[in-house]
């Protein structure tokens, strides 16, 4: 009984440094843009997440989400969450992008599985962002000279 439980802490742990190691290990450098986070995992594996992308117009993606629940569950959906961001970051429709990774999940048969997510995109003097639902451990503190709704 004691060698199981030790074996399945070990693949928790291992699980949980998976799930670190897919965060971002550089913060994005841009101007007039000061970015900091900051991520404490409650459990051995859990939903955060955040990432960025620079696109080639300079354009910085945000992305921040937590998965429902804690655990294996909650780590798949983190995985499968920045795959989709990685390969849909460049989209410059923040709606479209939601609809196209919401279309990959339920092919993937994840329906069951959930993220509350939120996207930003800054350029230089324009800010877009959807409605922000749901955010844990992470501070982005950002310093705009000039600010401007889309």
Known sequence: ?????????????EAR??????????????????????????TEVGGDYYDFHIGLDGTLTV??????GH??????????TKSLFNVLAPNPNIIDTFHEMTRCLKLMQMD??????????????KFKCQPLECLRYLFIKVKIKQLKNM
């Open 112 to 125: 069951k599985l959930s993220m509350c997510m939120t996207m930003l995109k800054f350029r230089v003097t």
């Open 1 to 13: 009984m004691e060698a199981e439980n030790r074996r399945k802490t070990e693949e928790l742990e």
């Open 17 to 42: 440094q998976l799930q670190l190691s897919m965060l971002p290990k550089e913060l994005p450098q841009l101007p007039n843009l000061d970015i900091a986070v900051y991520m404490k995992t409650a």
């Open 63 to 68: 992305v921040v989400g937590d998965a429902t």
């Open 71 to 80: 655990g294996m569950k909650a780590g798949t959906m983190v995985t499968t």
